[in-house]
């Protein structure tokens, strides 16, 4: 049996995302939330995202985004999910072949899984979604490599004033951000942190902006911020450090003081999402793996 496809309306998010909740075991999403994936990707594509149905029940949900990095034109599979009961019925093969389809008229070089820059839900897929994963490599998809989120236990003490006093001595200047300083951050990150401009601008959203600098000579030359991804949830970063600061312990500075932002937040835990070097987030903050995932692409052309 068919059951019709049809795009994604705003007036769908109660609903999409009750089912997602209840058709994601490890995972949970909240209609503010699901709003920021959609509507609120700085590339939204409407025509990308997609609802199946039997009757009025949703049983399927698949959102396509694109980008274009460095010269590579990426399209990526951003959410996913079939009703478990519905399951190897072809719905999930279907919802994709209509968007592999629109990712080749626009030309795109490769799909990934879910590790979208920007604006993204998770990193790649948690191997403990074994079916996904096993469609995945039967859609022709290859896995390239992994990443990890880290879970931190805000329940310690973050102050590192001692150590902010001595570098204000020699020059440096470290604060919360401004929201004047939001155009001096982005000239900040444009050379080596582009794919970051997003995160930094939602951190910049915030009433009391979510990001704390560093300052020598006036001139920015360091960032962390939180809660510029997956709001109000606890994420951590993204987190930059210019050459002329590195040395200084200024990366474990602005991670604490962005961790202890959360825990002034009333939060227990913080994620720190895709994370490359996890010892560095060890050493500072007790930070523990809390989940693995593994990235899948398929070349296109």
């Known amino acids: 049996m068919n059951y019709p496809l049809s795009l994604y309306q705003s007036a769908d998010c109660a609903e999409v995302s009750r089912f997602l909740n209840s058709n ?9 939330i699901l709003t920021e994936k959609l509507e609120g990707d700085p590339h939204w594509m409407p025509e990308a995202t997609l609802v199946c149905r039997d009757g009025d029940r ?23 999910a079939v009703d478990e009961s519905y ?4 719905i999930a093969t279907a919802m994709y ?14 799909v990934r899984i879910y590790d979208v820059p920007l604006n993204y839900f ?61 155009q001096a951050v982005l000239d900040f990150i444009k050379d080596e942190w582009l794919l970051w401009t997003n995160e930094v601008e939602m951190a910049f959203k915030d009433e009391q902006p979510s990001i704390h600098i560093a300052l020598m000579n006036g001139q920015v030359k360091a960032f962390s911020a ?6 109000g949830t606890g994420w951590f970063g993204p987190m930059g450090t210019h050459p002329d600061l590195r040395g200084k312990g200024m990366g474990a500075i602005l991670l604490k003081r962005c961790l202890n932002d959360m825990k002034e ?28 995932f593994w990235r899948f692409e398929k070349k296109l052309n």
């Open 122 to 182: 998770m990193p790649g897929i948690d191997p403990r979604y074994t079916p996904a994963l096993c469609w995945a490599m039967r859609r022709g998809f290859e896995r390239f490599g992994d990443t990890s989120n880290l879970l931190v236990d805000l329940n310690q003490n973050w102050n590192m004033q001692q150590r902010e006093d001595e570098l204000q001595r020699e020059g440096v200047e470290v604060r919360r951000a401004k929201p004047s300083d939001k």
């Open 226 to 231: 939180h809660n510029a991804n997956n709001k």
């Open 24 to 32: 994601w075991e490890y995972d949970s999403i909240t209609e503010a």
């Open 97 to 110: 072949k209509q968007l592999e389809e629109l990712f080749r008229q626009k030309e795109a070089d490769v």
């Open 87 to 90: 399951r190897r019925k072809g």
């Open 265 to 292: 937040m009333g939060l227990s835990h913080s994620v720190i999402p895709w994370v490359g070097p996890i010892d560095f987030y060890s050493w500072h903050a007790n930070a523990r793996v809390q989940r693995v």
């Open 58 to 80: 949703i049983i399927g949900f698949m959102q396509g985004v694109m980008r274009l990095i460095r010269g590579v034109n990426y399209a990526y599979i951003k959410l996913m």
